[in-house]
């Protein structure tokens, strides 16, 4: 109760005294000497008054009372308004206090006789230390120095006035001495405990500059480790198969050098703003011709990606100047962004238009993707920031718009953002139309680019490449599905595995998951960081799923830091593969899951009873199979009951369930319901009186020629010879 008081207080003062701009050490120190001016004077009334009414004859001291009220006053008002001469103010403020009491200590004959105003004049002298500026205090305590020696030298000269009697004298000095004494140790505690704050404040600032560049080293080593995986396994792939691979293999390695160099141009670029030694060169050209031409570089993107792609440009050509380079990673970094957040089937337009006054050009990049909260607009231009996870995932350094940023600042333009979740966003690009550089003299405006910028392109140009159609029989071998968002990896590991496995992909990890359920495949390789849904995700649902706990996951990440590799062994991945690895390790590692899992079938193809196990992986599927088990039995006789009925009663497709009955357990569900008949069959014909007919009656089988020959060919043995044994 009482902490929510001070604390709404301290909120009450806090909003008296801030203003815009305002610093929290600012702050802080108006906060300190506001409050004490408060308390000094609720102290200084009452002594004042007290005086006035009951020991008039106080002369001096009252009139010193009321001076130091009216500096108190004007102090308490003036504080919550000043804002630049703040420090002044207050300097002159605690000059003044000390000057009227030393001149009221002249009055009254001295420092032995001054009813302690010489420790009052002390605490204010205190009270410069909020202010943080060492020559204040300095200055304040020369002054006080200054006045206390002279009075001494001037005492032998001064008489005291008869109202002071010795009495009265050592009273009010121990009042005041008490009262000055508790408001700086108050103050001086408040001050230390503000300090520590600060201090932890610092600390935890400095905590999150050090996650941000943690955060930055992880993306940054994800953007570097996808590319060279490609690089690496298409260099691999072109030396075992150059016939097959050399073009495409030599393209995808172009593209992802490309990438790499986008990148690390990208990171030089920020330095080089950081420094100031980014240079514009300014050249004039028709600026409405230019953005169509960058934009069609972004045509096989839009195709590819199934968007609608746009450009609505100003009615005649705008000749003026602009720096080609930079004017085209603003342009391309708003559209890759419009296209990274945009699905399939919406729709990016860019305009260009003059303003009515025909002095600025209005370049707009709008989206109908997945907008933005009003909460993050104001951060996206900030360095590395990213929205959340949807974007995380779809990676990048979030240094994008912020180099963007920077680019239209060094064009004298600015450049905003308006967007609604769910509908879309608009980036607004305004650049100031000069016509002071040289006329460009390039007929094709490509060439006003320089190889760099084109090299930039090369990364977000279209990648798709139909695959060499030579798929293995499927049936013969085992099923992955490869869930991977870039559709290099993607390309890459197929072309890799489609030799010993019958290859499915999805490109996130939602659609991964549909896919996984639909095929139920033997194994499973993930990316981590993919939109929509990431790989943890899909992997926690797929293990906490029936359907698809049995089934191995391998993930298959750039994040080959310590922690993800942890997150992702405790939610059930299989193995951890770190980008870039080698084929090998690939096929080694897969195989060796595949054959894991053929050793578990040994466990559920008899009907023995399960060994005792720890793992809990494995006892959800001995707990699976317990359940299909224990409804088979139920049905043992009703030789009506089918799979389909199996299926209705575990909620799972037919072909889900022959598919991950068959690779736990080597069965297919037919041959395990007649194996546990025949096994029934056989408990009866020796712990039963039933004839053999009832006993196959019992068990389901109709035809009893039909049960002799099953039984014997299970167990090696007719029912009859069986029973005599
Ligand atoms: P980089 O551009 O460095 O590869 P990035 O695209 O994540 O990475 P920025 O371009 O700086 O980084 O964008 C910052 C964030 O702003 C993005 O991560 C995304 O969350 C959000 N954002 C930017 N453009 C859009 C857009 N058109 N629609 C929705 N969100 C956007
Ligand atoms: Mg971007």
Known sequence: MSRSLTSSINQKIEHLLNYPGCGHIELNSRKAIWTSSIF???????????????????????????????????????????????KHYITFHLLGLVFVTFYTIYQLGGIVTSAGLIVASFSFVLLSIPLQSVPITIVLFSVYFGLTASIGFL??????????????????????TLSMSALSLIFVVDFITKQHQFEKLEANKQKELNDAKTKLFTNITHEFRTPLTIIQGMTDLIQKHPEEWLKEGTDKIRNNSFLLLRLINQMLDIAKIETGSMSLQMKQADIVSFIGYVTELFRSVAIDKNINLRYIRNETPIYMDFDPDKLVHIISNLLSNAFKFTSQGGSVTIKAVLNNAQDYILIEVADTGIGIKPEHLDRIFDRFYQVGNSSGSKGGTGLGLALTK???????????????????????????????????????????????????????????????????????????????????????????????????????????????????????????????MDGIE??????????????????????????????GLARGADAYIAKPFHENELHVQLKNLIEQRKKLQERYSTLAEFPETSDESIKAEDSFMIRVRNILEKNL?????????????????????????????????????????????????????????????????????????????????????YRKQ
């Open 40 to 86: 000094g004077f609720i102290h200084v009334f009452i002594l004042t008054f007290s005086f006035l009414f009951f020991v008039p004859e106080l002369t001096i001291l009252i009139r010193y009372g009321f001076a130091c009220l009216f500096l108190l006053i004007i102090a308490l008002t003036v504080i919550p308004v000043i804002t630049r001469y703040f």
């Open 155 to 176: 005492d032998p000269y001064l008489s005291v006035p008869e109202q002071i009697t010795p009495s009265r004298n050592s009273i009010i000095w121990m009042i005041n």
């Open 406 to 532: 920077e680019m239209v600042e060094l064009l004298d333009g600015r450049i905003w953002a308006e967007s609604q979740r769910a509908i879309g966003t608009i980036f607004h690009v305004s650049l100031p139309v000069t016509r002071k550089a040289t006329v460009s003299q390039h007929e094709n405006l490509a060439e006003l680019l320089n190889d760099l910028t084109t090299a930039a392109f090369a990364g977000v140009s279209s990648s798709k490449t139909p695959l060499a159609s030579k798929k293995a029989d499927h049936y013969s071998i085992p099923t992955i599905v490869i869930v991977e968002d870039s559709q290099d990896v993607a390309l890459y590991l197929e072309a890799i595995l489609r030799q010993e496995y019958h290859v499915e992909k999805a490109p996130d990890g939602k659609a991964g998951f549909d896919k996984i359920l639909q095929v139920i495949p033997d194994i499973v390789l993930s990316d981590v960081m993919m939109p929509e």
């Open 538 to 567: 899909m992997l926690e649902k797929l293990k906490s799923d029936f359907r698809t706990s049995h089934i191995p996951i391998v993930l298959l990440t750039a994040k080959a830091d310590h922690d993800s590799r942890l997150t």
């Open 637 to 721: 006789g009703n030789d009506e009951f089918d799979i389909h009925d199996l299926c209705r009663e575990l909620a799972v497709s037919h072909a889900q369930l022959y598919r991950k009955f068959k690779s736990l357990s080597n069965h297919t569900i037919a041959d395990y319901f007649k194996l546990l008949r025949l096994h029934k069959s056989r408990e009866l014909l020796t712990k039963s009186d039933l004839n053999i007919t009832q006993i196959a009656f019992t068990v389901g089988f109709k035809n009893l020629s039909y049960f002799s020959r099953e039984f014997t060919e299970q167990f090696g043995i007719s029912p009859g010879k």
